[in-house]
């Protein structure tokens, strides 16, 4: 459902992403993760056609963004990581206008909206301003607008960042009937816990590269560590030799200058 073949985005003579290739299928909830200014959002973004590729080739549901843009971007759902809300159009107002940039008919838009703010739990606020909606509110009427045209992928940036554990889970549980329904979710995050427990592949990406690829038991021996929580096999594979090293500082105690540069030599 998401291909990237050969993927390169540059700035000048900086390389953001370096020859990336990666395919998710249909029905995975997909993880992607990285440090902070690894390439994420970058690739989310190039995924989504928002941004074009240095290099390289992606398809989404079979149709090459460079040849069948538009046709590519029908099936999409994208929940950037900062959103734009309209917040002086209520709820309603805000999906038929979303219903109305992917020239949905009338009826269809007013049947999804009421079952979308149902099932988000904001069907009590279908009339108020979104200026009065708190932030988990304004998360949840992302979501809800990313599904209104039914898209075959979901691609998402920190889905559950101002999420309170009970919308979380709801989530979560949203994720997982689509991908059981046959879609896909290609989700970024940084809480590695939720990766965990709600993805069946994870890619790590470090320096515009992808580092591994493959489920918790694939990436732990791939790390060769014996550690089953995915934090410790995150940090494993894109910490390496660092970690180590504060690993046995930690295991010191807390000691003097003279112990500090014995354990990292070089300052």
Not at 34 to 63: C, H
Not at 97 to 105: A, D
Not at 206 to 215: K, L, M, N, P, S
């Amino acid at each position: 459902m998401i291909e990237l073949e050969g993927v390169t985005k540059k700035y000048g003579s900086f390389v953001a992403i370096d020859n990336i290739t990666l395919k998710v299928e249909r029905g995975e909830l997909f993880g992607f993760l990285g440090p902070n200014g690894a390439g994420k959002t970058t690739t989310i973004k190039m995924i989504a056609g928002l941004l074009q590729p240095t290099a390289g080739k992606i398809r989404v549901a079979g149709y090459d963004l460079q040849t069948h843009p538009e046709e590519a971007k029908r099936r999409l759902g994208l929940i950037p990581d900062r959103p734009f809300l309209y917040e002086k159009l209520t709820a309603d107002e805000f999906l038929a206008f979303i219903g109305g940039l992917w020239e949905l008919p009338e009826r269809v838009v007013a049947e999804r909206t009421g079952m979308l703010l149902e099932l988000f739990e904001l069907l009590d606020w279908r009339s108020e301003l979104i200026e009065s909606f708190s932030h988990g509110m304004r998360q949840k009427l992302i979501l809800a607008g990313a599904l209104l045209h039914e898209p075959e992928v979901i691609v998402v940036d920190e889905p559950m960042v101002g999420l309170d554990p009970k919308s979380i889970r709801l989530v979560k549980d949203i994720f997982r009937k689509l991908c059981a329904e046959g879609k896909t979710v290609f989700m970024s995050t940084h809480t590695l816990s939720i990766a965990e427990e709600t993805c069946t592949r994870v890619a790590i990406i470090q320096d515009g590269r992808i580092r591994a690829v493959g489920t918790l038991e694939e990436l732990r021996r791939l790390s060769k560590t014996s550690r089953t929580h995915l934090e410790s096999i995150f940090l494993e594979l894109t910490a390496g030799e660092k970690m180590k090293k504060i690993d046995l500082w930690n295991s010191a105690g807390s000691r003097d200058q003279k112990h500090l540069n014995r354990y990292f030599p070089g300052g």
